[in-house]
């Protein structure tokens, strides 16, 4: 049996195989100098994407959505200076994720959160997209 640990590298490599990208399609890491780790989760009437972003305010991180488009950017800026590090792996420097979505969303319905690190964005889907059940009557 193999393990195979992946990385943020890794997984950024190996976008294609991550299921669920058929539905939000990563269309870019555009300037990006820090990875954001986010899952993707598709509810009946909405989408929910969680990024984890610790160390950072509501204030530091924008969010736009345009038709079915969201882009969710922001900085980890360096906090300390002249300190002699021997090892350094919290993020510096600046993040933008790009997904598309497949289904419209409904943006004026949309709303984030943020709490310990963790940033809860909900994109409800417009009422025209979500199922419909129809009974099927018989005579």
Request: proline fraction near 5%; hydrophobic fraction near 35%.
């Amino acid at each position: 049996m193999m393990t195979m640990y992946l990385t943020p590298y890794r997984r950024a490599v190996n976008r294609h195989n991550v299921p669920g990208d058929q539905i939000a399609r990563n269309i870019g890491n555009i300037n990006s100098d820090v990875h954001v780790p986010m899952d993707i989760t598709d509810e009946k009437d909405a989408f929910v994407i969680y990024a984890t972003l610790p160390g950072l305010t509501a204030e530091e991180i924008d969010i736009e959505i345009v038709n079915n488009t969201v882009d969710i950017h922001g900085e980890f800026k360096k906090k300390e200076d002249n300190i002699n590090y021997l090892r350094k792996e919290r993020p510096v420097g600046t993040f933008h994720r790009n997904f598309q979505f497949d289904t419209k969303l409904d943006a004026e319905k949309a709303n984030a959160g943020l709490e310990n690190g963790l940033l809860i964005l909900r994109l409800p889907k417009v009422e025209e997209a979500l199922p419909i059940s129809i009974k099927v009557k018989t005579k």
